[in-house]
């Protein structure tokens, strides 16, 4: 059953089929690594001082900010000393659920698509938006748990509400998203990155690309995003890895598509981020 807040959940992985919500209220949070995981979150930042890193993009939250974030970015929160305490509410929702319950003209993984038009992680929502939001995650948070009649179908219907209403808000001409500028160098190291991780990469070769010192590309890169770039390489390979598998391509097969020079490399570093070897993690 719902509490009015509740201890940090440092695992990202889910327990649950359909989805996990967390109200988390914390004055002394250590830093958060950047990551990933296999399904879509939703944020929504009540208090506290915040930005928050999204694929190389920095966003200043505001409470009443609403951050939509897919399996496919990396991402976290840079947590900066404050007198009110960090507050949020996070939705965690398998992406089995939406697509479920998605139709060709009513998608309910538009708002994460990271391809649409005009994409952003954040949206400034208004009073009204603000309130119909938090409203409908708190009637989620206090029925999650309880044991009553066909309490499941209700947190679905709840869940169902939840997402139709972020589609709307994306949607809709009343939403304030926050525009996506790549223009810093490490923003567009990133971008290059996400467009040539299955081809060699290393700091020399990035260096060269963009025109500048590998000792100023690699310091540049880590106070932005807090981990090298062969770190930061490897983690979206990795990532990218997981999809190709989950989607039924064999491990032989995916290691070089996703830029790893061998097997035996991919295996380690596979087994090492996620604990399971690329064929166990598939059921071979």
């Avoid at 949607?171 to 160098?185: I, M, V």
């Avoid at 990133?190 to 690309?209: K, M, W």
């Amino acid at each position: 059953m719902w509490e009015p807040s509740q201890r940090f959940e440092t695992r990202q992985k889910m327990r649950q089929v359909s989805y996990e919500i967390f109200h988390y209220q914390d004055r002394h949070l250590g830093p958060v690594a950047l990551h990933h995981h296999d399904f879509y979150e939703v944020y929504f930042f009540l208090g506290g001082s915040v930005d928050y890193l999204v694929e190389g993009q920095t966003y200043r939250l505001q409470p009443g900010d609403l951050l939509l974030i897919s399996p496919l970015e990396l991402h976290q929160p840079i947590i900066h000393p404050d007198r009110d305490p960090y507050e949020r509410i996070v939705l965690w929702i398998s992406p089995e659920f939406l697509h479920q319950y998605s139709a060709a003209n009513s998608s309910l993984v538009r708002c994460f698509d990271i391809s649409r038009p005009g994409h952003t992680n954040l949206l400034h929502l208004n009073p009204e938006q603000q309130a119909l939001i938090q409203g409908t995650l708190n009637q989620l948070l206090r029925q999650t748990g309880r044991t009553a009649y066909a309490q499941e179908l209700l947190c679905h219907a709840l869940l169902l509400q939840f997402a139709v209403q972020l589609n709307q808000l994306v949607s809709g001409e009343d939403a304030q998203p926050q525009t996506d500028k790549r223009g810093t160098l490490t923003d567009r190291v990133i971008a290059y990155i996400g467009d040539h991780y299955s081809e060699p990469l290393s700091l020399d070769s990035l260096a060269e690309h963009f025109f500048v010192s590998k000792y100023h590309l690699s310091h540049e890169f880590a106070r932005v995003m807090g981990v090298s770039v062969y770190r930061y390489i490897t983690l979206k390979r990795l990532l990218i890895a997981k999809q190709m598998l989950s989607a039924g391509l064999r491990p032989t097969t995916v290691y070089e598509a996703c830029g790893f020079r061998d097997y035996a490399n991919f295996y380690r570093a596979f087994k090492a981020e996620y604990g399971s070897s690329p064929a166990q993690f598939t059921g071979g």
